[in-house]
């Protein structure tokens, strides 16, 4: 008669060590051999008792044990529920073995991880192949860099617009992300735009080299809509707008009837003389056609590259670029007599942009027909952050938002 299996005492140490089970070791492998026969040689409900008895083991059983039997249980399409759910909340080593192979881990089961799990087990799902788009929303709301980091980098997985919006909300603290952002093919201009501002040099560059599109086809198809609209006395909002965006006029001629200047041109060149100021930057931004606060961003920006785009949106000349850059007192040269790098850098950008294209840069920051309406943005809204724009539309607020928020309130 064979004799039931005894245990040891309660309280009583357990003889040897782990590496001496011998049963333990292959009693597990074949458990795990088991779990990985063919449908045809086992049913769901016995794989599943399987499974259950085989996570019993494995909470008792070495590190590993179970790393041998994560690599044993990877390649499966189908694996016991319970099993699965203990091995990728081990340690990331463990873990790890299913998160970087296992073909057969749904979305589900990586959203169950990431909530339960370290960090470390975040970057393994970050880093794994084909990573969905709303496995890399959860991985991106977490907001560590790394994470996110190694999410951009992963060139299989896949960004949701809303995923690529948080990101580029992240990548305002975390500057390094931006160059990952800019290699991936789900940014758009919208957010390229928005992220323009918190850039460094090499990246602004980038931006605009491949960002900075034209309008030609969209004039093309709505010429006659002008004469149109404009029968209608421009009363139509919508319109009115999506217009303004796609006309090849910058400046604010309205604006020139209200102007102590004669012109943008005569502005800038009495505005030199006198140095700029609060007032005289305001003057600028109306005549050019753009918010006062778009205007004052612009010209506030530390890199310069904004101011370029300004003046060849507005169609001015060269000289009227150093004349601007000379009322902000900006300077031109180094003590030694070199070109100052940012000066040589603004000179660049100016004249490396058609007229066209500076024009969609500008309008993108000015009314912003973005999809940037990102939850960080929305909540300086509803607290109140803007209150001094309170009478442009929600979308308005928002792009201005965007744009203030180096700017101060």
Same mark, same amino acid.
Request: glycine residues 6%; negative net charge; aromatic residues 6%.
């Given at each position: 008669?064979?004799?039931?299996?005894?245990?040891?005492?309660?309280?009583?140490?357990?003889?040897?060590?782990?590496?001496?089970?011998?049963?333990?070791?292959?009693?597990?492998?074949?458990?795990?051999?088991?779990? +990985?026969?063919?449908?045809?040689?086992?049913?769901?409900?016995?794989? &599943?008792? !399987?499974?259950?008895?085989?996570?019993?083991?494995?909470?008792?059983?070495?590190? +590993?044990?179970?790393?041998?039997?994560?690599?044993?249980?990877?390649? $499966?399409?189908? $694996?016991?529920?319970? $099993?699965?759910?203990?091995?990728?909340?081990?340690?990331?080593?463990?873990? *790890?073995?299913?998160?970087?192979?296992?073909?057969?881990?749904?979305?589900?089961?990586?959203?169950?991880?990431?909530?339960?799990? +370290?960090?470390?087990?975040?970057?393994?799902?970050?880093?794994?192949?084909?990573? /969905?788009?709303?496995?890399?929303?959860?991985?991106?709301?977490?907001?560590?860099?790394?994470?996110?980091?190694?999410? $951009?980098?992963?060139?299989?997985?896949?960004?949701?617009? !809303?995923?690529?919006?948080?990101?580029?909300?992240?990548?305002?603290?975390?500057?390094?992300?931006?160059?990952?952002?800019?290699?991936?093919?789900?940014?758009?201009?919208?957010?390229?735009?928005?992220?323009?501002?918190?850039?460094?040099?090499?990246?602004?560059?980038?931006?605009?080299?491949?960002?900075?599109?034209?309008?030609?086809?969209?004039?093309?198809?709505?010429?006659?809509?002008? &004469?149109?609209?404009?029968?209608?006395?421009?009363?139509?909002?919508?319109?009115?707008?999506?217009?303004?965006?796609?006309?090849?006029?910058?400046?604010?001629?309205?604006?020139?009837?209200?102007?102590?200047?004669?012109?943008?041109?005569?502005?800038?060149?009495?505005?030199?003389?006198?140095?700029?100021?609060?007032?005289? &930057?305001?003057?600028?931004?109306?005549?050019?056609?753009?918010?006062?606060?778009?205007?004052?961003?612009? %010209?506030?920006?530390?890199?310069?590259?904004?101011?370029?785009?300004?003046?060849?949106?507005? *169609?001015?000349?060269?000289?009227?670029?150093?004349?601007?850059?000379?009322?902000?007192?900006?300077?031109?040269?180094?003590?030694?007599?070199?070109?100052?790098?940012?000066?040589?850098?603004?000179? !660049?950008?100016?004249?490396? %942009?058609?007229?066209?294209?500076?024009?969609?840069?500008?309008?993108?920051?000015?009314? /912003?027909?973005?999809?940037?309406?990102?939850?960080? %943005?929305?909540?300086?809204?509803?607290?109140?952050?803007?209150?001094?724009?309170?009478?442009?539309?929600?979308?308005?607020?928002?792009?201005?938002?965007?744009? &203030?928020?180096?700017?101060?309130?």
């Amino acid at each position: 008669m064979t004799q039931p299996l005894s245990s040891p005492q309660d309280g009583a140490p357990e003889a040897g060590s782990d590496s001496t089970w011998k049963a333990r070791h292959a009693l597990l492998k074949r458990l795990a051999d088991v779990v +990985s026969l063919p449908t045809s040689r086992i049913n769901a409900f016995e794989r &599943a008792v !399987t499974g259950d008895l085989l996570v019993e083991m494995a909470r008792l059983a070495t590190p +590993s044990d179970r790393m041998k039997m994560a690599h044993r249980l990877a390649p $499966l399409s189908e $694996l016991p529920n319970g $099993l699965m759910r203990l091995l990728l909340r081990d340690e990331p080593a463990v873990a *790890g073995v299913l998160i970087e192979n296992c073909a057969g881990l749904t979305d589900a089961d990586l959203l169950s991880c990431a909530r339960d799990t +370290s960090h470390d087990h975040h970057i393994l799902i970050a880093a794994r192949r084909g990573v /969905s788009e709303v496995v890399s929303e959860v991985l991106i709301e977490g907001a560590h860099a790394d994470v996110v980091e190694a999410l $951009l980098r992963n060139t299989t997985a896949r960004l949701s617009q !809303t995923a690529i919006e948080m990101a580029v909300a992240l990548s305002r603290n975390q500057p390094k992300l931006c160059e990952h952002l800019l290699r991936r093919p789900e940014l758009r201009p919208s957010g390229a735009y928005v992220m323009f501002w918190w850039c460094n040099a090499q990246d602004r560059r980038t931006i605009l080299q491949r960002f900075a599109v034209s309008r030609e086809v969209m004039q093309e198809v709505s010429e006659d809509i002008f &004469a149109l609209a404009a029968a209608e006395g421009w009363q139509d909002p919508v319109s009115r707008k999506a217009l303004q965006f796609i006309e090849r006029r910058q400046r604010n001629r309205g604006a020139i009837d209200k102007s102590p200047y004669d012109s943008l041109e005569d502005a800038i060149v009495q505005i030199e003389r006198a140095g700029m100021g609060r007032e005289s &930057a305001a003057e600028i931004a109306y005549l050019s056609g753009v918010k006062p606060l778009t205007g004052a961003k612009i %010209l506030g920006d530390p890199g310069g590259e904004p101011v370029a785009i300004l003046c060849k949106a507005t *169609g001015l000349d060269r000289q009227y670029l150093t004349a601007l850059w000379r009322s902000m007192k900006r300077p031109e040269t180094l003590p030694d007599g070199r070109v100052d790098p940012t000066w040589e850098r603004v000179q !660049t950008t100016f004249e490396m %942009l058609a007229v066209d294209r500076a024009q969609t840069v500008l309008r993108y920051w000015n009314w /912003s027909l973005t999809s940037a309406m990102t939850p960080a %943005l929305l909540k300086a809204i509803r607290d109140g952050e803007v209150d001094e724009v309170d009478e442009y539309s929600m979308p308005e607020r928002t792009a201005m938002m965007a744009l &203030a928020q180096d700017f101060g309130r």
